[in-house]
């Protein structure tokens, strides 16, 4: 009879402390961690965007190109009338033909005067002149041949062709127009080196070049970056310095106004997770069948809370509004918690 009863006692025990276990569910807090996102206005630029002029005073002949046209490097955007200096470089060439035949008749003197002196055929004068008409005869051939390339420079002018793949954004001059040297002509922007512009505090910079997730949004489309250089000066009048980042992949369109976002390398908890126990802020933890409460300091009500604790500790999610700390808990799954609720309910 004794034995029984002692079965009996030890059994209405159990039913109390079953009773008294609060019943939780929990998740790892690596799973509910968050990197706060920042973010500041940005603007797609492209480094390169000139205006070509005429670099030779000619009537511009052609202008095969239309704005909105995408133009490869060496294509061809503007022919100047040609013909003038066309005529120029062949008068180069001539002159330089004639001076480089006197010049190789002039080292020929040169050598048979020198080896008349060694015969005592010549007197030291006469070597003297001869020597004297080779080196200006080189000295002309030298100036001929600059003459000639400068020459040449200028009938390379009369073609002005795309310095690097880019899209036509305005023409300024027109078909027929006389054009002087530094006329412009046409406007371009170059496609392929373009850039993302963002102006920061000194808080904000030092938060990106610690992060390692970079992106810009512009009409709802995200474009991964790559962070270039923050520029070592500050802006007397804003007090901020300007970003440049890259794009990793995809870009967006050059002009596009968006948001430069970035993560934070801080881990935060959101603000949905805390609790208030004995006036400071924290969190419920599960160790083992026990809650135990970890005050967060200088946590704030509403808003999301620093949190450094290994991945895998056990954070109390639902059922931590009627804790205390040490209070004996049940881990349970949701669906175990919902059913228990409803059959109070009932």
Request: hydrophobic share 45%; aromatic share 4%; with cysteine.
């Amino acid at each position: 009879m004794n034995g029984i009863r002692l079965l009996a006692l030890l059994a209405s025990i159990a039913a109390s402390a079953a009773i008294a276990a609060i019943p939780v569910t929990t998740a790892a807090v690596g799973e509910l961690l968050q990197h706060p996102v920042n973010s500041a206005p940005a603007t797609v630029i492209a480094r390169n965007h000139p205006s070509l002029a005429a670099e030779i005073d000619a009537r511009i002949e052609e202008i095969p190109v239309r704005v909105g046209d995408i133009v490869e490097p060496g294509a061809l955007l503007v022919r100047l009338d040609c013909r003038r200096y066309d005529s120029l470089q062949a008068a180069a060439e001539a002159g330089m033909e004639q001076l480089t035949s006197e010049l190789e008749f002039s080292s020929a003197q040169l050598r048979r005067a020198e080896g008349l002196k060694q015969k005592k055929g010549i007197s030291d004068e006469g070597v003297e002149e001869r020597r004297s008409q080779w080196q200006s005869y080189s000295a002309r051939h030298r100036i001929q041949q600059e003459a000639q390339r400068q020459a040449a420079l200028q009938v390379q002018h009369c073609d002005i062709q795309a310095p690097f793949r880019a899209v036509v954004v305005e023409r300024l001059a027109n078909r027929g127009s006389f054009a002087t040297v530094g006329t412009p002509i046409l406007k371009l922007v170059q496609l392929d080196d373009i850039e993302v512009s963002a102006r920061l505090r000194d808080r904000e910079a030092e938060s990106l070049l610690a992060s390692k997730e970079l992106w810009f949004e512009h009409l709802a489309q995200r474009y991964r970056l790559v962070m270039r250089k923050i520029v070592p000066v500050i802006d007397a009048r804003t007090r901020t310095r300007e970003a440049r980042l890259i794009f990793a992949e995809a870009s967006a369109p050059i002009g596009a106004a968006g948001r430069l976002r970035w993560t934070d390398g801080a881990h935060e908890l959101p603000a949905n997770y805390l609790v208030r126990r004995g006036g400071e802020l924290g969190i419920f933890l599960a160790d083992g069948n026990k809650a135990m409460f970890h005050p967060l300091p200088g946590a704030i009500e509403g808003q999301p809370a620093v949190v450094e604790l290994p991945a895998e500790t056990l954070l109390i999610i639902e059922g931590r509004q009627r804790l205390g700390d040490g209070d004996t808990i049940a881990i349970q799954r949701q669906q175990e918690i919902s059913d228990a609720r409803k059959g109070s309910n009932e």
